[in-house]
DNA sequence: ATGACCGTGTGAGGAAATCGCATGATCGAG
DNA sequence: CTCGATCATGCGATTTCCTCACACGGTCAT
């Protein structure tokens, strides 16, 4: 006790916690592995025990370093709440926010929200950013960013990931895609069964959420989709799919350029994905990110209500 | 964010607000005002707030400074329940507690307290130290002890400071002490009044917390004592009442030489004094100060049952 | 089985933060 | 008004921290 301790170095083990190795957990921090190594010992040695060991050619926590992680999450929010309360005493003049999200969160629910922070408050410097959905949590712990809008499920973000303060967005069902002219698109409802059979365009797998959503959903009505090509960015997806080469399922939300000729049909059982709004655990009490919150939960509220209908393009 | 902050700059913030001055407070740390002063400006610059504020010659803590201070005690606590988790995996040869005190306390409770433990666990190296009632909870504070056995009341432990962990351990009256022969010896039954007009010995104001319970007792029966001589060793007050120069209160557990010829005299309206073990709060999880408190008040048990009679010497 | 790749841990060197001493400024007490 | 006390600030010295380079051990593929 008679040197206390960076929340810092209870940072680092966080994150080789949460990434299973040091040299994951240096790239977050923008470290070198060398140095986490070199903090981690440190931490052993002032704690006393041996907070992980060798598993194979990486690390494995020890039940003391687990149980350490657990303290350091409570101390970091609590750190948070102190950071929150100070917030509210600092001059508003140097108040700033940074969000950042996925690629179609940045079009459809950041940039609107920001445009209103803006508005509302010119004194409020806000900042936006685009990352990979896997990246953008890794910002959050960080301290690279202050929101993060994360799609809730799959391996980024567990349903019971309790390391973040949370809030939902907004939840959209996923639409179907088929060419113009294709024999489903006059149909007066369609189920995701009816499709079963058609080539599809599908994210390749793991690298986004579309495709572990697809995927499960097919599944859940009774088939595998038959992958004829993979395209992530939503545009590449409804030009493939204009040009006759596959269905797909694209977010309600997500526009589709009037020059691609397809029929987008609402699903019976369409599946839905969850979008959130991530924060450190605390940091929500800050006033600048409430109102950054605030104005994200407005932006997915505009965004269900705007719609004229399920075929507009 | 992208500093995070090391738990001694907010221990600093503590002591400044606890010592009301930042030279006190760098002389707790064993540090110079100058590394006080520079950590304090550092803690403003990271959190953008100020702190505190010119207040005469010395400084004050601003709204923010006092909001701040709550939020690392909550922090500090959390700190310490983590080391007390994380003590019960470390291997128990290097367990080690140290406890400081009074000096009565260390010759009633903390000697007999250690030889137990001892006794119990060889393996774990209990410290003794002697420290003046003041400066115990500082110790304390700064981590340089585990346990400090205070005296509840007064200024140096306020009644309602949440700050530490307590757990009584004794609460033991005064005894009137004449010297032999004198009239009131004779008494089956005394009371403080009785003594309204002998001259006392008392420790100079201020300097112990004798000179305020006797005083408050005194008022409270409805007189003044009219201070003769002080002291504020026992031995010494008790030497000083057995030349026939006054009356003294002494603890009921404070042993007088045998050769000092003093009548102890139990009083129907006797001021106790509370003593109490502290310690930092959350600390009192870990295995080897939770073991040194039950010590404690297993001594403080053994020391009330113990005496003979209120005229032992 | 062997070699290449990947990840961790260690020691040395340099950069940055921190501490202590000396100085100046400001306020309160006598 | 003078003096003592307290807090802030520059500069040199020390400690701490990060990076670089390299060794060690484990995994995978040919």
Excluded: N
């Excluded at 750190?79 to 917030?87: H, I, K």
């Amino acid at each position: 006790m008679i040197e206390s301790v960076d929340l810092r170095r209870l940072q680092v083990l966080r994150l080789v916690h949460r990434h299973g190795t040091v040299t994951a957990a240096a790239d977050v921090l923008h470290l070198t592995p060398s140095a986490v190594s070199h903090q981690l010992r440190q931490l052993a040695r002032e704690t006393g025990v041996a907070l992980l060991e060798p598993d194979g050619r990486r690390v494995r926590l020890t039940p003391a370093g687990r149980a350490l992680v657990a303290h350091a999450d409570a101390l970091h929010a609590g750190w948070e709440r102190a950071r929150a309360e100070l917030a509210a005493y600092a001059d508003g003049s140097s108040a700033s926010l940074r969000m950042c999200g996925f690629p179609s969160a940045v079009a459809g629910l950041l940039a609107p929200a920001a445009a209103r922070l803006r508005a509302a408050d010119p004194g409020l410097a806000v900042h936006v950013a685009e990352e990979e959905p896997a990246d953008a949590l890794d910002r959050l712990l960080a301290g690279e960013t202050d929101i993060a809008v994360a799609v809730l499920g799959g391996a980024t973000l567990p349903l019971d990931d309790a390391k973040f303060g949370r809030r939902p967005v907004l939840a959209e069902p996923f639409d179907l895609i088929v060419p113009a002219g294709h024999p489903l698109a006059g149909r007066v409802e369609t189920a995701l069964a009816d499709a079963a059979d058609e080539p599809w365009v599908l994210a390749a797998a793991g690298s986004c959420d579309l495709y572990e959503v697809a995927v499960t959903a097919c599944s859940a009505a009774g088939f595998t989709p038959r992958v004829a090509h993979h395209a992530r960015d939503y545009t590449a997806v409804s030009a493939l799919v204009a040009c006759g080469l596959g269905v797909a399922l694209i977010p309600r939300t997500a526009t589709v350029p009037t020059r691609h000729a397809v029929a987008r049909l609402p699903l019976r059982d369409a599946p839905t994905r969850r979008v959130l709004a991530c924060v450190r655990l605390g940091s929500d009490r800050r006033p600048a990110i409430a109102r950054g919150l605030a104005a994200l939960e407005e932006a997915g509220r505009d965004l269900v209500s705007l719609p004229e209908g399920p075929d507009r393009r």
